[in-house]
């Protein structure tokens, strides 16, 4: 079946320093993705979304690109803090006819080093 | 303020048990959600509900029943059908399928 997928499980970055997350997607069709961080036992917390009629959202110290060309998203966080380690999960919403639920990576686990 | 509740936080289970997990969401959305979390793993569809009194299987739903008779509320229970019950069970709402909100999550261990 269609997925979204991930290419790194661990990303370890210097605190201060830019990380960015990528996340691979195999639906062409699919008009909305959304970047969650998740914190051990505690449930996905949005951080940001972007329409497929756009290329680039940017938040507070996060930017999210998505280039449909080659289907893929990535997730910036800028100046990364220790409270930005948790695990990250993208996800879409694929235009299956009735159903409009999202659809999950396996997620990026981002250590921040101090 | 508005928000979305799962309780318990914990639940033991024992074998051949049927289990109830609640959600409860006061922010007026009219779909609500619910995703089975394994150790490691990404979130998986149970159930969905896209309108009171009306559900639709997602990709894992044997073993799970649902219902939806109040907008606010959409419980899930877990059958002695399902044979590998124990995860991290985590329930959403969304409006208009924009602005996906996600519970705090229910951990459910098998004793």
């Known amino acids: 079946g269609e997925s979204v997928g991930l290419h790194l499980p661990t990303l370890s970055v210097q605190e201060g320093d830019n990380s960015i997350i990528n996340c691979a997607y195999s639906?062409?069709?699919?008009?909305?993705f959304i970047w969650y961080k998740q914190e051990s036992g505690k449930g996905p917390q949005f951080i940001i979304d972007?329409?497929?009629?756009?290329d680039k959202r940017q938040g507070q110290r996060v930017t999210v690109l998505l280039n449909k060309t080659v289907k893929h998203l990535s997730l910036q966080i800028a100046a990364t803090q220790p409270g930005d380690s948790a695990v990250y999960f993208c996800?879409?919403?694929?235009?299956?006819?009735?159903?409009?639920?999202?659809?999950f990576g396996s997620g990026t686990r981002l250590q921040v080093q101090p | 303020d508005g928000g979305i509740t799962q309780s318990p936080k914990y639940l033991f289970r024992k074998e051949g048990q049927n289990v109830t997990l609640s959600c409860e969401q006061n922010?007026?959305?009219?779909?609500m959600y619910w995703y089975r979390q394994d150790p490691g793993q990404g979130l998986r569809l149970i159930y969905y509900?896209?309108?009171?009194?009306?559900?639709q299987k997602g990709d894992i739903a044997e073993g799970y029943s649902v219902s939806r008779e109040k907008k606010e509320s959409f419980p899930l229970t877990v059958t002695s059908a399902q044979k590998n019950p124990t995860a991290f069970y985590l329930c959403?709402?969304?409006?208009?399928?924009?602005?996906?909100?996600f519970g705090s999550g229910t951990r459910l261990t098998v004793v």
């Open positions: 996800a879409e919403i694929p235009p299956s006819r009735g159903r409009r639920a999202l659809t």
């Open positions: 972007i329409r497929s009629n756009m």
């Open positions: 509900s896209q309108i009171v009194n009306d559900f």
């Open positions: 639906n062409s069709a699919s008009d909305y």
């Open positions: 959403a709402s969304a409006r208009q399928n924009y602005g996906y909100t």
């Open positions: 922010l007026n959305h009219d779909a």
